[in-house]
């Protein structure tokens, strides 16, 4: 079995990346929106901050009271889309109840939308006109390219049917020629699906939701699970599966490094689309 390493992966493209910003000298802010403080969120953020200085990229955080109502995230949003200075708009999931999160990002301009999770956005990858792709959605393309796995013709069961990763990675390996089963909560027959796919990419945050007896030998698995046991980070993949698989991402290490650099690499490709 071989660890797909995310951690060496980012690395090399944010070198590359580096490389891009300071030869193009491009002038790249992000600015992202955080309403709901923990550590996770914290922690996503300083990782993006962390990564975006590294290659020369400003960072601007807005914290906002938990009471903040809907319509002063969407001014903050209009705000931000107007500011010439600003190369990409993230609104940092989740929020609180009363704030529609979609209705919000809804209001980003999809000329700053790093997220890529504008409709205008996720509708271009469902027809065939990929413009942003959402990050954890471009990391994972990224680490099947990386490690020279072909997508064409093969069968990928994805669990799990966000609109963050399900469903616009799902439109995305259909664009590239995969056999794509989208599965859930209510399916039924997911051992069959597994077990006759190629790639399994498991999004369902559900721990050991994955067993060898549901996979076939030397399959490919992409964990994006992210699951607390016992103060300890763990995949959707059981433990066992190692014995089955050809390639497998390891928790943590594995797709999270490859989503904050795809944030770096989207930003890029909008400050070059809006020159």
Do not use: W
Not at 135 to 150: D, F, M, N, S, W
Not at 153 to 160: D, R
Not at 225 to 232: P, Q, T, Y
Not at 246 to 274: C, D, F, Q, R, W
């Amino acid at each position: 079995m071989k660890e797909m390493n995310g951690i060496k992966i980012r690395k090399e493209l944010l070198d590359e990346y580096q490389e891009i910003i300071q030869k193009g000298n491009l002038s790249i802010k992000l600015a992202i929106i955080q309403i709901i403080e923990n550590e996770a969120c914290n922690l996503y953020i300083r990782n993006k901050e962390k990564y975006a200085a590294q290659v020369g990229i400003k960072t601007e955080v807005t914290l906002l009271e938990k009471d903040t109502k809907e319509i002063e995230v969407i001014e903050l949003i209009e705000k931000l889309n107007q500011d010439p200075t600003v190369t990409g708009i993230l609104l940092q999931s989740p929020v609180p109840e009363h704030i529609d999160f979609q209705k919000c990002t809804e209001k980003i301009a999809i000329e700053k939308d790093v997220d890529g999770l504008t409709k205008e956005n996720l509708f271009s990858i469902r027809n065939h006109q990929e413009k942003i792709l959402p990050c954890t959605v471009a990391g994972i393309l990224k680490l099947l390219e990386y490690y020279q796995i072909p997508i064409e013709g093969k069968n990928v069961a994805i669990i799990g049917r966000s609109n963050l990763v399900g469903r616009p990675l799902e439109d995305a390996l259909i664009n590239r020629n995969a056999t794509v089963f989208l599965c859930h909560s209510k399916t039924k027959n997911l051992k069959e699906i597994t077990k006759i796919s190629d790639i399994v990419i498991s999004a369902a945050g559900v721990p050991n939701l994955i067993t060898k007896d549901m996979v076939k030998k030397d399959f490919i698995g992409i964990d994006v699970g992210m699951n607390l046991v016992e103060g300890k980070l763990v995949g959707d993949f059981a433990k066992d599966i190692e014995e089955k698989a050809s390639y497998l991402t390891p928790v943590p290490g594995g797709v999270g490094p490859m989503t904050v650099a795809m944030v770096i690499h989207n930003l890029i490709e909008l400050k070059n689309g809006m020159k």
